[in-house]
């Protein structure tokens, strides 16, 4: 995000919390799981720190 904010100014980045594990995500613990609330509400403050734009959130 910060190299978004100063490089690409009028990028627009797109955040979504439907990720959802397919085919061999579940061999990597780290990706064979849906992001929790918490995580997403976490996304939501890191993100608000940028002066970036968003398409969806």
């Not at 990706?31 to 968003?54: A, C, D, P």
Request: aromatic share 10%.
């Amino acid at each position: 995000l910060n190299f978004i904010e100063k490089n690409l100014p009028e990028a627009k980045v797109n955040l979504m919390p439907q990720y959802r594990p397919e085919w061999k995500a579940g061999i990597y613990p780290e990706l064979s799981r849906r992001i929790t609330g918490e995580e997403w509400q976490k996304v939501l403050e890191i993100l608000s720190r940028y002066s970036v734009k968003s398409t969806e959130v």
